[in-house]
């Protein structure tokens, strides 16, 4: 063991190879962890992205949704509940959209849903419909919607 600052590693980060297996873990380090393991884009075969707002003026993250629209291997669904004339995102409750995911392998891949309790528990439904085992399905309760 050494010590760095306040923290106390191991000498097995030295000696161990460290690499992240998405077969393996198919990305619970990802969720698990306080940071995360840094996925880059490169390392991801396929990801569907579905987020919901409820108008154009609550959309977060403009600039990366965007951004994400435009790389080859992912699939962004943008929705709002209410949309205002000219706006080019989807009009409808997030849950509608879940059978437009082209899901191969249900069995092979990871779900993760965050919103308010009604909203997971609607999707997690819509996900189950499609044959998505329950434990593939990660819920996180956001306080704050």
């Not at 579905?50 to 609550?58: M, S």
């Not at 992912?74 to 209410?82: A, F, G, H, P, S």
């Amino acid at each position: 063991m050494i010590q760095i600052g306040d923290v106390v590693v191991s000498f097995d980060v030295l000696r161990e190879k460290f690499i992240c297996n998405l077969d393996a873990c198919k990305g619970a380090c990802c969720v698990e962890g306080d940071a995360g393991a840094p996925v880059e884009l490169d390392e991801i075969e396929k990801l569907d992205i579905l987020i919901g707002f409820k108008t154009p003026a609550d959309i977060l993250f403009k600039k990366d949704v965007e951004e994400w629209q435009t790389v080859p291997h992912m699939n962004v669904i943008l929705t709002v509940d209410k949309n205002e004339e000219g706006m080019a995102w989807h009009t409808g409750f997030l849950t509608e959209f879940v059978p437009q995911i082209n899901i191969n392998d249900p069995h092979n891949t990871q779900v993760i849903i965050v919103g308010p309790p009604i909203m997971m528990s609607c999707t997690a439904d819509e996900f189950l419909k499609i044959g998505m085992p329950e434990e593939n399905m990660w819920v996180s309760f956001e306080r704050n919607m």
